[in-house]
């Protein structure tokens, strides 16, 4: 699975997101959120599982003594949703505190970004979109061998 691509979406009254179709056919019927410093990301069970391995990595655990307290705390706020037979997921079970830090609460985008997708406030995405140059692109395309 890779997801990829940005829609702009509204939530309704309910604070439930219709995924793009595109988006929902990735998933079974679960989808694990965690609200992060910039989204909230959304990932399959298996993904969320990948995620945190990758995360903590024997690496990280030798050089962060309080890892443990980081893991529990990012497991803790993951909320398991289900997707509805509209292909909604409820984001009102996400922490309500950190939908409101991050300005989820009416327009938003929703952004594949690989193995997950990302939530963002409709003006945050606009503003991180409008700071990549083309420039930027093509630094990154020079880059690459293909």
């Not at 965690?34 to 990948?50: K, L």
């Not at 509805?84 to 327009?107: F, M, P």
């Not at 963002?120 to 690459?144: F, G, I, P, R």
Request: proline share 3%.
């Amino acid at each position: 699975m890779y997801l990829a691509g940005a829609k702009d979406l509204k939530l309704d009254a309910k604070a439930r997101l219709t995924l793009p179709a595109d988006f929902r056919k990735e998933f079974d019927a679960q989808v694990r959120l965690i609200p992060m410093p910039e989204a909230i990301y959304g990932f399959t069970p298996e993904g969320f599982a990948a995620w945190m391995e990758g995360i903590f990595s024997r690496e990280y655990k030798a050089s962060h003594p309080n890892w443990r307290h980081t893991q529990l705390a990012l497991n803790g706020r993951c909320q398991m949703v289900e997707i509805d037979s509209a292909g909604r997921i409820a984001l009102g079970k996400v922490d309500e505190q950190a939908r409101k830090n991050l300005g989820i609460d009416r327009e938003v985008v929703v952004v594949g970004s690989g193995e997950r997708f990302e939530i963002w406030n409709s003006d945050a995405w606009k503003e991180l979109n409008a700071s990549v140059t083309d420039e930027d692109l093509t630094e990154v395309m020079s880059s690459l061998d293909f």
